[in-house]
């Protein structure tokens, strides 16, 4: 069978170097808690947990790469307010062996090494130079370029954003029905509707959806629902 693969998330907290100290602080706050948030939910399809370095860059390593889409999507929702330029984040991911293994259970992802984060490195490079979202290697050229492209379109229109729209997208792939939403923001579930619509939501879901079809194709087990658990439940 060869050896096993896996997916490296690297992300990059874009200019949070820049901001005065005590924004810089909160930011890794508020995205230290969020990663906490996303390891739980997504333990099962983690090979390690998600984790901050070096204050400003993020580390993930999947066994399940279908799941990331879900991981880089909430992390924009949560963490970043659209209208706002200081705040972003770009994404490298890399597909590939590891050549320190998993390592025992207490090593943490970044003691980890292997052609997965070298590839993902250098997206994530590419991705800050070209001001992408995010950037695939590894999956094979037609793949990645899908890929890579779909998160490109899916970014542009996502720059577009309110926050509120944001919020209410997450909030639907959180699993709540629209009248859900409208009942926990105090709105007509006619407001979330069309909210919904200025903001392009059901290609950014066809847009995921087809992403992780992709990836499914690299997951180390089939899907035996036939439906994906970080997709939305009523869109």
């Known amino acids: 069978m060869g050896e096993q693969h896996y997916a490296a998330v690297t ?32 333990q099962h ?18 066994s399940a790469p279908s799941r990331l889409v879900r991981f880089v999507q909430a992390i924009k929702d949560r963490l970043f307010g659209p209208t706002d330029p200081r705040h972003d984040v770009v994404f490298g991911v890399g597909w ?35 001001k992408t979202w995010v950037v695939f290697q590894g999956f094979g050229a ?23 729209q944001s919020t209410y997208a997450d909030g639907l792939r959180e699993g709540d029905r629209r009248i859900d939403v409208a009942r926990h923001f105090g709105v007509s579930p006619s407001v979330i509707t069309e909210s919904l619509q200025l903001s392009h939501y059901e290609s950014i879901v066809n847009g995921e959806e087809t992403a992780r079809t992709v990836l499914r194709r690299f997951d180390p087990r089939p899907d035996e629902t036939g439906t994906s658990s970080d997709g939305p439940t009523d869109h």
């Open 45 to 62: 399809d983690l090979a390690r947990p998600a984790v901050l370095t070096a204050g400003d860059e993020i580390q993930a390593l999947f």
């Open 142 to 164: 037609e793949d990645d370029r899908v890929l890579t492209s779909l998160f490109e379109l899916m970014g542009a229109i996502r720059s577009g954003w309110t926050t509120t």
């Open 96 to 130: 590939g062996a590891l050549s320190t293994g998993l390592l025992p259970e207490a090593k943490g992802v970044e003691q980890l090494d292997g052609a997965c984060f070298h590839r993902a490195r250098a997206m994530l490079g590419v991705a800050r130079k070209q």
């Open 11 to 42: 992300g990059d907290l874009v200019a949070s170097r820049q901001q005065p100290h005590g924004d810089r602080a909160e930011l890794q706050r508020q995205a230290i808690q969020v990663l906490q948030e996303l390891n739980d939910e997504l």
